[in-house]
């Protein structure tokens, strides 16, 4: 079975820093994209952050040039440093694994909080 979770969610001021994990069990990450997205109350789930199993990184708009995902192939275990937080990152934080070509599959985690207070 396949698991994804997230751990590192909590509560900062407005202006630090946050860095969330994401630990795969069941599954290497391999030719495949991790992902984070993220739900704030009453919004739908958006796009953070993305990186494929060979590197290549992708960005949402909002958290451009303050947000930085990052990889660790070995262990497994996808990262999202968060700096320079705004009271609009407050949202549940969630951990995507996909694979677009076959053998597909999507997997999340069950998501972690992040409340930034300003």
């Known amino acids: 079975q396949v698991h994804l979770v997230e751990s590192g969610g909590g509560e900062v001021q407005a202006g630090g820093s946050l860095r969330l994990s994401c630990a795969i069990s069941?599954?290497?990450?391999?030719?495949?994209?991790m992902g984070w997205y993220r739900q704030a109350p009453g919004m739908q789930r958006e796009l953070v952050a993305t990186i494929t199993s060979g590197g290549t990184k992708r960005y949402g708009d909002s958290v451009q040039d303050r947000f930085t995902i990052s990889a660790d192939n070995r262990k497994n275990t996808a990262y999202l440093q968060m700096d320079s937080l705004k009271p609009e990152d407050t949202a549940v934080y969630y951990c995507n694994l996909k694979r677009a070509v076959t053998p597909t599959y999507s997997y999340w985690g069950q998501g972690t909080q992040v409340t930034v207070s300003s």
């Open positions: 069941g599954l290497q990450f391999s030719a495949a994209t």
